[in-house]
């Protein structure tokens, strides 16, 4: 410890390099995870929220809600099975409205649910959805666009008025803010805007294990978030960059403490023939790299949460402390692991044969 510290006194530029390139790379990775994890909670935060065992589908869909469709009457039909203790119906879809009054088009995602079911959000502020005349519990996103509780939403093109009685948090639905609405006039939308069928719905959600009826399937939560359009993509794409930054930022910690143990020969050689052990030494090079390595991701983690706070709601992020800690621990892992060439050829050093190099 003693002369790894030593060391890191007498040479800051060299070694404050070094801590800055880890602090580029660990809040790069930082911030592309938080970026990975808000646009995959973007895209299934309102199936997330959903406190249930399992979905009823219908079997041709491919496991994806848009291409679902069940009679209401299957509710009935699964909330009769032995092994169920609830069910409720469940449909979403795209579309947009338009704050009444105004000319400004939102896409957004209507959620049709039972109202006072179990599927039914509880608004963090205002009513529950289906409180007055077509009431409906708008999500946070769609909130910080301007639109409050008490104004009136008009679907576009077929013109169906909505009122805001309540508003929810974190609840958004493939990247697009969420309306939470009763599942008749969800229905009623579906009708106006494509001639379907009026008790049509998308799935039946489930608690309890249901078994799955003729022209069913039954899917886990987890089963219908990742066969959602582009988002088993989306996560593989970003998951191999951060990997890639991984990699990377491992094979420029080794290349820099292999170039300082290779420019510390002599002295390593002189050190080793007046008796210092070479474990002595290896211990040395671990400790400036833990600590090097704990200060960059230190610094990077603030950096990156400055950057979260900055950005607010502007763009999708989402990364807890929790997930701070473990791709933390990794970086340093990761960077340990890249010094073993330089360790190597500590070991290796020949003491005669650096003093007479380094006279």
Known sequence: MFLALREIRHSKLRFGLITGVIVMVSSLVFILSGLANGLATGQSAALDGLPIDAMVISSGSDYQLDRSSLSSGTVE????????????????????????????????SLIG???????APDPDEGEPAGTG??????????????????DTLVTDPDGTRLTVVGTVDGRSYRLAPTLFMPIGLWQETQ?????????????????????????????????????????????????????????IAAGIVASFFFIITLQKMPELGVMKAIGTKTGYLARSLIVQVALLGLVGVILGTAIAWGVSLLIGSAVPFDLSMRQFVVFGAILLVVALLGTLLSLLRVARVDSLDAISKAG
């Open 133 to 150: 005349d077509n009431g409906v519990v708008i999500d946070e996103t769609l909130a910080s666009e301007g639109v409050a509780i008490g």
């Open 113 to 119: 649910v039972e109202p006072g079911s179990f599927a």
């Open 77 to 108: 039909t699964i909330r009769d099975q032995p092994d169920v203790t609830d069910a409720s119906p469940f449909g979403a879809t795209a579309a947009n409205v338009k704050l009444e009054g105004t000319d400004s088009v939102l896409g957004v």
């Open 191 to 247: 009708t106006q805007a494509d001639g379907g069928d009026a008790s049509g719905i998308n799935a039946v959600l489930v608690q309890g294990e249901p078994e799955a009826l003729a022209g069913t399937i039954v899917a886990g939560k987890s089963e219908i978030i990742e066969n959602l359009p582009g988002y088993t993509e989306q996560a593989l794409t970003l998951l191999l960059i951060q990997v890639f930054l991984v990699v």
